[in-house]
Nanobody
Framework: QVQLVESGGGSVQPGGSLRLSCAAS????????MSWYRQALEKERELVSV????????TYADSVKGRFTVSRDNVKNTAYLQMNSLKPEDTAVYYC?????????WGQGTQVTVSS
């Protein structure tokens, strides 16, 4: 079965950095695009970034462009989200996601809190 497990969240001060990881299993990871979403308290879940299967293309929400970098390691079946220059408005639960065989799968999420 498809499993996505995020890690790397935590609490940081504004301007700090975090690197999120998403360990995937149960599907041919190297052939699927991977996405990162986030959901802040009382807000809708929003798309943060997408990386294609071969890392040939990446996209970012305007709010994180220039600060976040998505990447993946198709040998380790892991996707990453490097987050720099973090702002309080980046505080949210971050989820990785994959659309596999007609269904969208989600990880359990990892909390990121940016506060002084």
């Amino acid at each position: 079965q498809v499993q996505l497990v995020e890690s790397g969240g935590g609490s940081v001060q504004p301007g700090g950095s975090l690197r999120l990881s998403c360990a995937a299993s149960g599907f041919a990871f190297s052939t699927y695009a991977m996405s990162w979403y986030r959901q802040a308290l009382e807000k809708e879940r929003e798309l943060v970034s997408v990386i294609t299967s071969n890392s040939g293309s990446t996209t970012y929400a305007d709010s994180v462009k220039g600060r976040f970098t998505v990447s993946r390691d198709n040998v380790k079946n892991t996707a990453y989200l490097q987050m720099n220059s973090l702002k309080p408005e980046d505080t949210a639960v971050y989820y990785c996601s994959a659309f596999v065989r007609g269904r969208r799968y989600w990880g359990q999420g990892t909390q990121v809190t940016v506060s002084s």
